[in-house]
């Protein structure tokens, strides 16, 4: 039977996929591995919810008794700010969970008189009361920290299987909860308020000595202290007075150089001693102190309120800039920006200076062009002239005199500095000391202040009580909370779940069947010519279907009765696959194999070779499975003249050949079948009937035997051009392929690819259906049990026929049966051959193409 829902594609280039290394395997997903596998699923599931009902049945009835606590802190929340602890309010969930099984509060439960009154339990021991307490007792927090820091509310269960212990129980732990935190809040505060007081007596003691002691260095020590009680140095402070001091005479130094230079220029540029000491007079930063100057320049002069001659003050703006430059150029150097910046201005007023000058220089002519319209006699020019001279030089000296006095003092004074700075260097040792005391007086202050606030809050949480804790709801009586037949049947269900998949991915592994088109290619290293689907259908009766003839072949002709299928547009993809290696390799000759019996070789056959006459191609068939031939019965023909009668030379190819009812389809039937086929596919004459075949047909297909049954497929690939093998997908079928391809090979055929027969997507999926058939491991030496018997079967019904080839011209007579031919390929067991029976008339066959 052909087989296949939807023809898959037709994939004939082997290039792809003859590389292993270079094929891409999809595999199967768990889902359909499980879902092939589905009733190991179903079996082990009930199995396990079988087990699960059974263990729920067996376990005893349990109850729990359930309460809820409310944890009340009145200890204020407080962040230390020495550690970034925060202080106070209620324990974390996870801690308080870990306190209801510690031992103090189970030891406490374990002794409570009313939960040791009752009758189950006076005969255990305190371990035993330990040991159900805490493997029934159950903790769970309501609440969080995040709604509240100093609230929590949690749930207190008990669960066992009686119901007055769990009632008990949780009345026990939640007393002994209360008893604990009361206890541990008074043990904390005693031992931390005892720490406290010790901890402030050490301090004050010693904070009393330090104090005394820093009292005694005072009194012993050179410095001074203000009223601050900052620690002063004398001479540091007197280093201070003299250094602001001599800057006050650096810059009268500078003041005196600038009316120097202004005064001796002035001299220098003008004849005119009345003209110079009149310019000196107005320019002078210290003309108001040096009276001669002062009576030549006179009251009232033209000069004074002179406008033109007040710019030349602006020389006097450029003193300041150059000390700044000679500072800033010390101190980063010549290069610093600040620096040139400052060049820049100092450049630019004395450009302006410049232009003033030009203009005084007009100015004093002018003065000078009205002196001399002033009529002085010669005596009192000369005697005035004499008196401005004087006075310039008296000025100029004595402004020398002054810079003498100032360097002397200058020098006097920064000796005083450097001996200021030795003596407060000296001090510097004693100035650490001081701030030492200092630093551990203030350092004990803060000690204090934290003890006495750490008295007052323990102070604090005396009085309100720390952590309370208060029942929410009264345990009331227990419930029965087990067993839940519900979880027994999904966990043991879950169970068989788990392990019937874990068995079907076993099998699965073990099934050695290939999966999937890939996996076909990939491990035989060949294309898929086709995947032809299951073909149920019948012989559809319609317009077409004329001759009745026809309509009396085979139904599994899918291509002549159904030819709108799936099947045989499967069935077109073969044809199609020969065309093109017609094409590529003139190939003429088509061998049709398969591993094992009932793969659908020769219902392939009988359809790929109706499929090609249709296409208006000349066909031939040749049954050459000699051992079980089914071509003569797909096309109703009657068998006993064929292939064998042309090995022993009794007809000519020509007269053995059958016209079919297709147009352009020949068959050449196997005949009678022969004692020795092995034998007969060996004589010469084979060789002559496929050279007159090549001639006469575009086509020739040949059906053999299956190769893992007989020799016979490996001794005819000689003959042709191409072979196909042709498989269904079973157990086991993926080392019966490998076998069959390594055969096929090792006897020098070049094979075309694999046709997968008889796939229902429908039943198996996204994967190729499994078979329950035997495999190759079962079938044992030589032909399978099935298809040896099938084989006698047929040799029984008629005399046994042994091909000798057209050298032997006589026969014997004597009959052999066929059950005395069970191993044709003993020759000691074959006995003189018969005489050839006769045949019935060959039908003649018009079409020119076929000569006799």
């Not at 509240?148 to 949690?154: G, L, N, P, Y």
């Not at 202004?262 to 540029?269: D, H, W």
């Not at 196997?670 to 004589?683: F, I, R, Y």
């Not at 070049?750 to 008889?758: A, K, L, P, S, Y």
Request: charge should be negative; charged fraction near 25%.
């Amino acid at each position: 039977m052909l087989d296949q829902t939807t023809t898959q594609p037709l994939n004939y280039d082997a290039s792809v996929s003859l590389d292993p290394s270079q094929s891409h395997h999809q595999g199967e997903t768990i889902l359909t591995v499980l879902w092939r596998f589905k009733w190991l699923l179903a079996a082990f599931v009930a199995v396990g919810t079988s087990v699960g009902y059974w263990m729920y049945k067996q376990k005893p009835t349990s109850y729990r008794a359930t309460t809820q606590l409310m944890f009340k802190s009145d200890t204020p929340i407080s962040l230390d700010s020495n550690t970034g602890i925060v202080r106070g309010g209620i324990p974390s969930g996870n801690l308080m969970q870990s306190l209801v099984t510690s031992d103090a509060i189970v030891n406490r439960v374990a002794s409570n008189p009313e939960l040791k009154s009752i009758p189950s339990l006076q005969s255990n021991t305190q371990q035993q009361i330990v040991s159900m307490v805490r493997g029934g007792i159950r903790f769970q927090t309501l609440t969080d920290q995040s709604d509240s820091r100093d609230r929590m509310i949690a749930a207190l269960n008990f669960d066992g299987r009686d119901p007055q212990v769990c009632v008990a129980a949780v009345k026990a732990v939640s007393q002994a909860i209360s008893e604990h935190f009361e206890r541990e809040r008074q043990s904390t505060i005693n031992e931390v308020g005892e720490l406290v007081r010790n901890a402030m007596d050490k301090l004050i003691r010693e904070q009393k000595d330090l104090e005394s002691e820093y009292l005694t260095f005072r009194n012993n020590a050179d410095l001074e202290w203000n009223v601050e009680g900052q620690a002063i140095n004398p001479y540091r402070e007197r280093q201070f007075q003299l250094q602001t001091y001599r800057t006050e005479l650096e810059q009268q130094k500078r003041e005196l150089n600038s009316d120097l230079r202004l005064a001796v220029n002035t001299r220098k540029l003008h004849s005119d001693p009345v003209l110079v000491a009149q310019i000196i007079g107005h320019l002078g930063s210290v003309v108001d102190e040096f009276e001669p100057l002062k009576q030549i320049v006179g009251p009232g002069n033209a000069t004074t309120d002179d406008l033109t001659l007040k710019k030349l003050e602006v020389e006097r703006t450029l003193i300041p800039l150059q000390i700044k430059r000679d500072q800033l150029e010390l101190a980063y150097g010549s290069s610093h920006p600040e620096v040139k910046s400052i060049a820049m201005q100092i450049e630019s007023s004395q450009n302006k200076l410049n232009e003033i000058n030009q203009q005084m220089t007009r100015r004093i002519a002018e003065l000078r062009a009205q002196s001399q319209n002033v009529d002085y006699d010669k005596e009192a020019r000369e005697a005035r002239d004499e008196r401005a001279r004087t006075a310039v030089d008296a000025y100029i000296r004595g402004i020398e005199a002054q810079l003498t006095v100032l360097a002397q003092d200058m020098a006097d004074i920064d000796l005083q500095i450097e001996q200021q700075k030795d003596e407060a260097d000296k001090l510097k040792i004693v100035e650490e000391r001081d701030a030492s005391f200092n630093r551990r007086i203030e350092t004990m202050r803060g000690l204090e202040t934290q003890l006495e606030q750490q008295l007052a809050a323990l102070n604090l949480a005396d009085v309100k009580g720390g952590i309370l804790v208060e029942p929410l709801l009264d345990t009331g009586q227990a419930y029965v909370t087990g067993p839940d037949l519900k979880k027994d049947l999904i966990l043991y269900g879950m169970l068989g779940l788990g392990l019937s998949g874990l068995l079907a991915m076993v099998f699965e592994s073990t099934a050695k069947m290939f999966r999937s088109a890939d996996e076909v290619q990939r491990e035989l290293r060949l294309p898929v010519l086709t995947h032809i689907p299951l073909d149920e259908g019948r012989i559809q009766q319609g317009k077409g279907m004329v001759d009745s003839a026809i309509s009396k072949l085979d139904p599994k002709l899918s291509v002549v009765h159904r030819p709108y299928s799936p099947s045989a547009e499967a069935v077109r993809g073969v044809r199609t696959a020969m065309l093109f290696d017609r094409r590529q390799f003139d190939s003429k000759v088509f061998q049709i194999t398969s591993p094992l019996p009932g793969d659908g070789k020769s219902t392939l056959a009988a359809n790929v070779g109706c499929s090609v006459a249709q296409s208006g191609k000349r066909t031939l068939l040749i049954d050459l499975d000699l051992r079980s031939p089914r071509l003569s019965l797909r096309f109703n023909l009657e068998s006993q003249t064929g292939l064998t009668n042309v090995l022993n030379g009794e007809l000519a190819p020509a007269e053995a050949v059958h016209q079919s009812p297709i147009e352009n389809l020949d068959i050449l039937p196997c005949g009678p079948l022969p004692a020795n086929p092995a034998e007969a596919l060996t004589l010469a004459e084979l060789a002559e009937v496929f050279q007159w075949a090549r001639e006469h047909y575009d086509f020739v297909i040949v059906d053999t035997p299956p190769l893992l049954m007989v020799s016979d497929p490996a001794v005819v690939t000689t003959y042709v051009d191409a072979a196909m093998l042709v498989m269904r997908i079973r157990r086991r079928c993926k080392p019966n392929a490998k076998e069959a391809i390594s055969m096929l090979r090792a006897a020098g055929a070049r094979v075309m690819g694999v046709v997968v027969n008889e796939i229902d997507e429908v039943s198996g999926g996204a994967s190729y259906k499994t078979s329950a058939s035997g495999s190759y491991q079962s079938i044992g030496y030589g032909y399978g049990d099935k298809y040896r018997r099938r084989y006698q079967q047929e040799a029984n019904t008629q005399d046994t026929y042994v091909v000798k080839g057209k050298q032997a011209s006589e026969r014997p007579t004597a009959a052999v049966k066929a059950d005395e031919a069970v191993a044709p390929h003993d020759q000691a067991m074959i006995p003189p051959q018969p005489t050839p029976p006769s045949h019935a008339p060959v039908a003649k066959r018009q079409r020119a193409g076929v000569r006799s």
